[in-house]
């Protein structure tokens, strides 16, 4: 049932994408191209696979499908009126981009219209509410870094790309859209998850600009991957991911120049900067009361155990376990990459820092945890280690 699993991967990947793209765009494309190619895949093996998607148990032909977790996407689907998916042939490429197209309409709405899914144009994907004798005909049809997943490099640069429209919506003053946060944690869990250990899929940055993207992934993928390794359930284990995700949402708010700036820090400048804790949690809250961990780790993720760090708390107390992972994470990859100010740090120089600081900077429990998930064979694709470098001019996670 591999390819039935990479499939489900693929559509929800697309999905986001969809979402948060226009027609023609290239991230949109290239979604649609990576659909249609796994489910090509898919009807070579089993030539009229079906899907159906009960509250958030996935059917598949007549056998429950596991190996996807908690998959968010399948109550989704569920509540916009789609219950099953049958692929009565294999799907041409307008096949498929005409039904990506009404259910990215249809979860962006959060609901459907049968009256918009009933139209003539004949298509080989029938899909609608499941009922004692079958589709209720509410579908068209009712007459990087070596790892893989669905056939494709996993560069992450959908995911990326995602994350991208997410942080340009926000500078806009647009909203912040949870279905693709959530989209992207998923993606990134199934690749940390292909091989028979784990992977962690850091990117690497393509400019200096885009530093805010790939940090947010990689510290979503360090997060998730440290919370499993301590014992959390699936479903916490995907808060924290999308905790990990928005982190740094408060970066939008500050002009590159300063974010980006090579020599030291003005005292205003680094005041900007530390505000974007406060900043990020406000636009979290503002946007989704859903996302109240996010915010809360957002405000926290650099407060030290010893009560330093900042915002400044009025009385001492502990930092949100979430937040205490994020910390940890956040330094081990803000280290680990090249920035304007500072080269990176070898994977060795980090971990003796983080192992330095446990105690005062980190909580302790968390880098036992960090450092064994480091030791016990973890694969890291990331960076080519660079030589040392000099201590760096701002905090780490900065």
Partial sequence: MNEARDTLVTLARAVAAFTAYG????????????????????????????????????????????????????????????????????????????????????????FAESSEARVTRPTSIRYGLVHADGLDGDGPDSASN????????????????????????????????????????????????????????????????????AHALNVSVLTMALAEHMGH?????????????????????IPTEVLNKAGALTDTERSIIQNHTTEGARLILEHDAELDLAAIVAYEHHRRTDGGGYPHFHLH????????????????????????YREAWPHER???????????????????GFVALMDQGTRVATRVDPEPASPPVSSPGE
């Fill in 350 to 368: 980090v971990m003796k820092y983080i192992i330095a600081g446990a105690g005062s900077e980190f909580d302790v429990e968390v880098v036992r």
């Fill in 233 to 253: 359930s699936s479903s916490t284990v995907r808060r924290f991911g999308v905790s990990g995700l928005l982190h740094d949402l408060g970066k939008t708010r």
């Fill in 23 to 110: 027609p023609a765009h290239p991230t949109r494309e290239g979604a649609l191209d990576a659909v249609h190619q796994a489910v090509a895949r898919l009807c070579e093996v089993d030539p009229a696979p079906t899907f159906t998607f009960l509250g958030d148990e996935i059917v598949y032909g007549l056998h429950p499908l596991r190996g996807l977790g908690e998959w968010p996407w399948a109550e989704r689907f569920s509540r916009v009126g789609v219950q099953r998916i049958e692929f009565v042939a294999t799907p041409d490429r307008d096949d498929v981009s005409h039904f990506m197209d009404d259910l990215a309409r249809r979860l962006r709405r959060g």
């Fill in 317 to 340: 107390r502990r930092c949100h376990g979430a937040s205490d992972l994020v910390h940890v994470c956040d330094v081990y990859d803000a280290l680990r990459t090249h920035r304007p």
């Fill in 146 to 213: 070596g790892a893989h997943v669905a056939g494709h490099p996993t560069d992450l640069e959908l995911e990326a790309d995602t994350v991208r429209w997410m942080e340009s919506e926000l500078r806009g003053g647009g909203t912040l859209h949870l279905a693709e946060a959530e989209g992207v944690v998923f993606a990134l869990l199934q690749v940390m998850h292909q091989g028979r250990d784990i992977l962690l899929p850091l990117t690497r940055l393509k400019e200096f600009d885009q530093y805010t993207t």
